[in-house]
């Protein structure tokens, strides 16, 4: 009898273990994936995937400093990384089960290695710029057929603010991003860590404060997409998905993504194994998955955003791989700027300066 209740026990203690084992809890971006993948990770690995979405760095950095967030991976900006890094936040990737790391790009590797040296923490899933998405048709006929659809001018001036302001339009919810943009705007360092230099972004946005509709980080997808908003500061690949959805429901909705051409942000997402993650060997696991250049490809084509997998390539559509505003040139790339975390200090004059800007006084 005694010997079967102690069978009994292991067996059960087995069987939790091969639970915990077949179990990987992802924590990424809304709108970032290719769904069917997720399925064919299961499929392949017989391992569950539990898949959660969000859309602002912030919300990611108050659950990884706080930790026991129970997720396995994890897609924080490079920004965010490091500081995050510093922090304690993430484990070293165990680079022996991650076979495919040498599909990586070069190229991208050692623009990501600013943030984490040596890329010991995490890898490249995806990057982007941040920029214009327009209803082109409806900002011509508001603003005339030279309306600088390419320009901060179209957000950033507030007489063409007013006139948009009936068409609806929104700004990202990520301080972080738009707070450099309004001072590249003004001529000042996009990157500047000085609170004189940053409070100058304050009366920047109180001049077109009246005119933005919403301040959101994935609604205007589907908003641009719609006809219900004329023009999003938003995301290369997210703005890219609204023009697919416009052409798709066929609605006369013809929206366009471009990089303002005097200077747009360039950033890097990046998928790290938080220090406390539940089971960090299924994590590598899907690392690796990720990194496989077919499974890599599925997702730059389904989302319209570049990743850091050179072998990828080959299996890129050509509309994406083709297009300038995924894959910019070696010239659109001398236009693009990159920020470095923000010290804890100058970040809460961020936060104080953003929550301003949002409340409107
Ligand atoms: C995906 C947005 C990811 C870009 N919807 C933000 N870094």
Redesign the pocket.
């Known amino acids: 009898m005694k010997t079967s209740l102690l069978t009994f026990t292991a067996g059960l203690a087995l069987v939790a273990a091969s639970a915990q084992a077949d179990e990987v809890r992802v924590y990424n ?4 994936i290719d769904e069917s993948l997720l399925e064919k990770f299961e499929e392949e690995t017989g391992i569950d995937l539990i898949y959660d979405v969000f ?1 602002s ?1 912030e919300v990611l950095e108050t659950k990884m400093l706080a930790g026991g967030s129970g997720y396995d991976v994890v897609v924080p ?1 490079g920004t965010f990384l490091q500081r995050q890094i510093a922090a304690g936040a993430f484990q070293k990737l165990d680079k022996s089960k991650l076979p495919n790391i040498d599909n990586m790009w070069d190229v991208i590797s050692e623009r990501t290695a600013k943030y984490d040296p040596g890329n010991e923490y995490a890898i490249n899933y ?1 990057w ?1 710029t941040t920029g214009l998405g327009v209803n082109v048709p409806k900002v011509k006929e508001i603003l005339g057929e030279d309306a600088p659809i390419d320009s901060w001018d179209l957000v950033f001036k507030p007489e063409n603010m007013e006139k948009l302001a009936e068409c609806g339009v929104y700004f990202l919810d ?1 301080p972080s991003e738009m707070i450099p943009a309004a001072l590249q705007y003004i001529g000042e360092d996009p990157d500047s860590h000085d609170p004189d230099v940053i409070a100058k972004a304050e009366p920047v946005y109180m001049a077109i404060r009246p005119y933005i509709s919403k301040f959101h ?2 609604e205007y ?1 589907n908003a641009l997409a719609n006809g219900d908003i004329c023009v999003a500061v938003g ?1 290369s ?2 703005v890219l998905q609204a023009r697919d959805r416009a052409a798709e429901a066929d609605n006369g909705v013809e929206v366009a993504y471009n990089a303002p051409k005097e200077g747009a942000q360039m ?1 890097f ?1 990046e998928m790290a194994i938080p220090v406390d993650a539940p089971n960090p060997d299924a994590a590598h696991t899907f690392l690796n998955f990720i990194m496989d250049p077919e499974n890599m490809a599925a997702a730059s084509n389904y ?1 319209y ?1 570049a990743n850091g997998n050179k072998a990828s390539q080959e299996f890129l559509a050509e509309d994406v791989i083709g297009d300038p505003a995924i894959y910019p040139s070696e010239e659109a790339l001398g236009n693009l700027f990159t920020t470095t975390p923000y010290e804890p200090k100058v970040q809460r004059v961020v936060t104080r300066l953003w929550t301003k800007i949002k409340s409107g006084s």
């Open positions: 971006w809304s709108d970032y859309d760095n900006t995806m982007g990520a980080s994935s997808i995301w690949g997210d950033w997402d989302v955003y």
